[in-house]
């Protein structure tokens, strides 16, 4: 069985630009969340999936961040216009309805200049 | 508010037995998780208590007290392989909380 996959791994990107984040959920797992990790910092959460809804997205930062799961499947999340402080490690996690456990994924490395 | 305390490092010797601590203050409570996450990689899954006492998975054991407020995670007969950060996590009336982790080196 596929685990949760991310990509890109790495972006390196200007302020002012824009990046799109994508994950891809393990088959079957209605709830898909976005943690975000910056350096030095504890893992955070950012928002919470059931299957195409918003569940929770109490931890989104600000308006620059959109999440979407179109379809309830894969997600993406876009940072625009990307700022210094978004700089981190964004992961991705998701969970069957029936478990408590979520499975991550390795995380895309943004990098923001 | 919420907070969840758990040292910054520690180091232990290959085949000894090493106590990972984690103290939580957080609203509500449903649990609290334990995972692995070797640098670069996605963090693991360890384990998962909800009610108070030992929970013990082959090397690695997690005990709670929610009196308390406080978790630790065993891990015994340790190999190099162990050396990684272990993340203590609360569930309660809002997402997961993490701490910062622990930087677990195991040496020879």
């Known amino acids: 069985e596929a685990g949760v996959t991310q990509f890109p791994s790495h972006s390196v990107i200007e302020k002012g630009q824009t990046v799109t984040l994508r994950c891809d959920p393990i088959s079957g797992h209605d709830n898909l969340y976005w943690y975000r990790r910056v350096m030095g910092k504890e893992i955070k959460f950012l928002l919470h999936?059931?299957?195409?809804?918003?569940?929770?997205e109490s931890g989104m930062p600000n308006n620059r961040f959109l999440a979407e799961r179109t379809g309830g499947t894969y997600s993406t999340l876009k940072v625009q216009p990307a700022e210094l402080e978004d700089s981190g490690v964004y992961f991705c996690a998701s969970r069957a309805s029936v478990s408590y456990e979520q499975y991550f994924g390795p995380g895309t490395r943004l990098t923001v200049t | 508010g919420q907070n969840i305390d758990q040292p910054t490092e520690m180091t232990a010797t290959e085949g000894a037995i090493v106590q990972i601590n984690c103290t939580y203050q957080t609203s509500g409570f449903n649990g609290l998780f334990w995972y692995q996450q070797h640098a670069g990689e996605a963090p693991t899954f360890l384990s998962y208590n909800v009610l108070d006492g030992l929970e013990e998975k082959g090397r690695f054991s997690s005990f709670l007290s929610r009196s308390k407020g406080y978790s630790y995670l065993l891990l015994k007969e340790l190999q190099m392989k162990d050396s990684a950060s272990y993340l203590c996590a609360v569930s309660g009336n809002t997402p997961l909380v993490f701490g910062k982790g622990t930087r677990l080196s195991v040496i020879a």
């Open positions: 999936f059931v299957k195409e809804s918003k569940q929770d």
